[in-house]
């Protein structure tokens, strides 16, 4: 992915801008800015612009690939997805607020262990959630035999076999590979 210098009208990629420059409206390459005594544009001249651009429908960047603009688009939703265990609303989606959770920052569940655990037991006792578990642990934390551990790997995705750790990472595979937004609700 590049840019065009406002300066010197040269198309280059990002690392020819300083990070600053790449959030304004108009950048200037650091060759531009230093008065030509950077001299990266030398050694690197001119980036080839790939000929597929995804651009983003709300704010007109540009991505090299669907799944870049698909992960970028989640900048724009609205925070509006409340933590199922706190309340607090400040999520963008039910993945971000079940890492707030599996954190242990969350003032409901604080403790990693204590709220992987509880997640884990959560997601279990929900009807809709069976077919995303792992059905056979082959690893487990804590007591291990069935006494309230939490198997290594205890979530997967039916569509592609993927195994998770955390449920916020299946939820946010399921978002953005499936697109299935509301995977789980509370």
């Not at 597929?52 to 970028?72: D, K, P, V």
């Not at 609303?89 to 607020?97: H, I, K, M, T, Y």
């Not at 409901?108 to 056979?136: H, K, P, W």
Request: charged share 20%; with cysteine.
């Amino acid at each position: 992915m590049g840019r065009t210098c406002e300066d010197c009208g040269s198309y280059l990629t990002n690392s020819h801008f300083s990070s600053n420059q790449l959030r304004k409206d108009y950048p200037r390459c650091k060759d531009c800015i230093s008065g030509g005594q950077y001299n990266s544009i030398q050694t690197e001249r001119y980036y080839q612009e790939p000929s597929i651009h995804y651009e983003c429908h709300e704010c007109n960047s540009s991505f090299g690939s669907q799944n870049q603009l698909n992960m970028h688009m989640q900048v724009h939703r609205p925070r509006n997805v409340a933590c199922p265990i706190c309340g607090e609303v400040r999520f963008r989606s039910g993945a971000n607020a079940v890492a707030h959770v599996e954190s242990g920052h969350c003032r409901g569940c604080l403790g990693v262990d204590n709220a992987r655990n509880q997640i884990y037991q959560f997601a279990n006792s929900q009807r809709s959630m069976g077919r995303y578990m792992t059905e056979t642990p082959m690893l487990e934390y804590g007591d291990g035999y069935g006494g309230g551990g939490v198997p290594d790997l205890p979530y997967h995705c039916p569509e592609c076999s993927k195994s998770f750790r955390q449920l916020s990472q299946l939820l946010q595979h399921q978002d953005n590979k499936h697109n299935n937004v509301r995977m789980i609700s509370y």
